[in-house]
């Protein structure tokens, strides 16, 4: 859900303000792969159907395993499978959640981080949430950004999602790029992404680590938690 809509004719003034804030050549090199206004609009139709295909070959590349339905029918991942009748970049969203999640909370309803905004099943999701605070809002920000890459990668609408999940809230704000360098450099520190950003297929082996200030809940990130949970 856009916190803030960005008009059509404004968009490439936004992504200008944005890449001029991003003072890291790799970030830089990264979001021109992703700020093709173009991709700015989600497919229908046959193209639809292709992207659907295509997220549903990276899950099972990745391990996942899917059962019929909706996530609104009960969980988006109810630790055993992902509810596969939804949006191809939902999909996407769901393996990546699937890479980073410690290996302990790999098969926790909803990867142990609470209900997902297409969750039915809430009460569930919400019984096994075990990771909190600024730990598992900075996953969901890895998690958002990873999820995106892999729509990057397959030729899917990656701006798209990027509007969506709030990337460019504050696109003029210097502390907006820095989230989006961090999280990047988190990602490649893990092994999920490679130098050149694009995604990898590695999955998370090691336990949780909570940071301090763990209810320390501040800008961009904030940006893309508030969105997840409406």
Not at 16 to 30: I, K, N, Q
Request: one cysteine or more; proline letters at 7%; a neutral charge.
């Amino acid at each position: 859900m856009i916190l803030t809509p960005i008009p059509d004719d404004r968009l490439p003034l936004a992504l200008d303000h944005f890449a001029a804030m991003l003072d890291d050549e790799a970030a830089r090199r990264v979001f021109r792969r992703l700020a093709n206004p173009q991709q700015a609009i989600r497919a229908d139709g046959k193209a639809a159907r292709e992207h659907h295909a295509a997220a549903l070959r990276i899950l099972l590349d990745l391990g996942l395993k899917t059962r019929s339905g909706a996530p609104v029918d009960g969980l988006s991942w109810d630790g055993q499978a992902v509810r596969c009748e939804t949006e191809a970049y939902v999909l996407l969203h769901e393996g990546a959640h699937f890479q980073l999640a410690a290996p302990e909370r790999r098969h926790r309803p909803d990867f142990g981080l609470g209900p997902g905004p297409e969750t039915g099943d809430r009460a569930t999701a919400e019984r096994a949430a075990c990771l909190f605070g600024l730990a598992r809002e900075q996953e969901e920000a890895r998690a958002s950004l990873l999820g995106i890459l892999w729509e990057a990668e397959l030729g899917q609408p990656a701006l798209a999602s990027f509007l969506d999940q709030n990337w460019l809230e504050g696109a003029g704000r210097r502390g907006t790029a820095a989230h989006f360098i961090n999280v990047l450099a988190a990602l490649r520190a893990g092994g999920f992404i490679a130098a050149d950003g694009r995604p990898t297929r590695r999955l998370r082996q090691g336990p949780d680590r909570v940071p301090p200030q763990d209810n320390a809940l501040c800008g961009p990130a904030k940006w893309i938690w508030t969105a997840r949970q409406r």
